[in-house]
């Protein structure tokens, strides 16, 4: 159960886009369509942004987009604004019922 | 509205076992389908998954804390517990528990409680 692996940071000018990966194995990303993805704004509790690869709940912004390709899932953000300056975890089911984390990216919009 | 709140110690010493509470309102647990779910994030940290219960009683935990976690329920006070035994240093976090009626994701967070270990 060894955490999913994420670029420590990225950044981004406003109006860019930018994409986080995060990478797996087999054993959970590459073989299930149950990636999500958090947004933790600084001090607060996680936030779902993405859930099943790439479907949004209702009230997150289309400018939040995932997709899953192999054992990488990845987010990208269009449009980037200084609000979306955070923390982005995914999180995968992996085998024999256990869930996984990413270790975590901060997005700096410079 | 669905909301969550973790209770809980603050302070723990180590090796005493930590007993956290995750209160629930605006759903219940008895639903079909919703599950509940702790997480714990050390200070500067990632998110690290402990342990889930479903509808059903089923219950799931991480792999490298098993041995010292215990999750269970309380429908009639709409509760999940979890103790996490032989507390030491290195557990000490924000414990978050989190709803979800897809139990692959987690769907609403309660704020989070800070236990320290430290003697």
């Known amino acids: 159960q060894s955490p999913l692996t994420q670029p420590a940071s990225v950044s981004g000018s406003p109006g860019q886009s930018i994409t986080i990966s995060c990478t797996g194995t087999?054993?959970?990303?590459?073989?299930?369509?149950?990636v999500s993805w958090y947004q933790q704004l600084p001090g607060k509790a996680p936030k779902l942004i993405i859930l099943?690869?790439?479907k949004r709940p209702s009230g997150v912004s289309d400018r939040f987009s995932g997709s899953k390709s192999g054992n990488t899932a990845s987010l990208t953000i269009s449009g980037l604004q200084a609000e979306d300056e955070a923390h982005y975890y995914c999180?995968?089911?992996?085998?024999?019922?256990?869930?996984?984390f990413g270790g975590g990216t901060r997005l700096t919009v410079l | 509205q669905v909301t969550l709140r973790e209770s809980g110690p603050a302070l723990v010493k180590p090796t005493q076992t930590l007993t956290l509470t995750c209160t629930l309102s605006g759903f219940s647990l008895s639903t079909r389908g919703v599950c509940v779910t702790w997480i714990r994030q050390p200070p500067g940290k990632a998110l690290e998954w402990l342990a889930r219960i479903d509808w059903d009683d089923d219950k799931y935990y991480s792999t490298s804390l098993k041995t010292r976690l215990t999750i269970s329920k309380d429908t009639s006070k709409n509760q999940v517990v979890l103790t996490m035994t032989n507390m030491d240093r290195v557990d000490t976090a924000t414990y978050y528990c989190a709803q979800s009626v897809v139990c692959d994701s987690l769907d609403v967070w309660g704020q989070g409680t800070t236990v320290t270990v430290s003697s």
């Open positions: 999180f995968s089911y992996a085998w024999e019922s256990t869930f996984v």
């Open positions: 087999s054993n959970d990303i590459g073989n299930y369509n149950l």
């Open positions: 099943e690869v790439s």
